[in-house]
């Protein structure tokens, strides 16, 4: 449970990037306030799955789903530029969380 505590804070994170980006610098009303409830829920969710999990691995697949979350949804839906070597590098860090969480947690 406290795994998918972590996995719904990175998605939420993603979501509080992408809209951190749509608010133009808290300029517009939306996106600030999906921005807010987006980091709200992210923190939130995470500080819950804390309780149970040790904080470098919760940590890594929490930033690293924001990460490459954001990125994705960037060259998807923002037209950011896509490469090769984007690709590779967001697949390197999916395989960097995965390799740190399958390297600890006794919980």
């Not at 979501?15 to 951190?20: R, S």
């Not at 133009?24 to 939130?44: D, E, K, Q, Y």
């Not at 999990?53 to 890594?60: E, F, H, R, S």
């Amino acid at each position: 449970m406290a795994w998918l505590l972590v996995i719904v804070a990175g998605l939420l994170e993603t979501g509080f990037a992408v809209c951190l980006k749509l608010s133009h610098g808290f300029t517009r009303l939306w996106p600030t306030i999906a921005f807010c409830v987006f980091a709200l829920g992210s923190f939130g969710l995470l500080t819950l799955a804390l309780k149970k999990l040790d904080v470098g691995p919760a940590y890594a697949v929490w930033t690293g789903i924001g990460a490459a979350g954001t990125a994705i949804y960037g060259m998807v839906f923002l037209g950011d530029l896509v490469s090769t070597l984007k690709i590779v590098s967001i697949s390197l860090v999916i395989i960097g969380v995965v390799g740190l969480q399958l390297s600890g947690s006794a919980h």
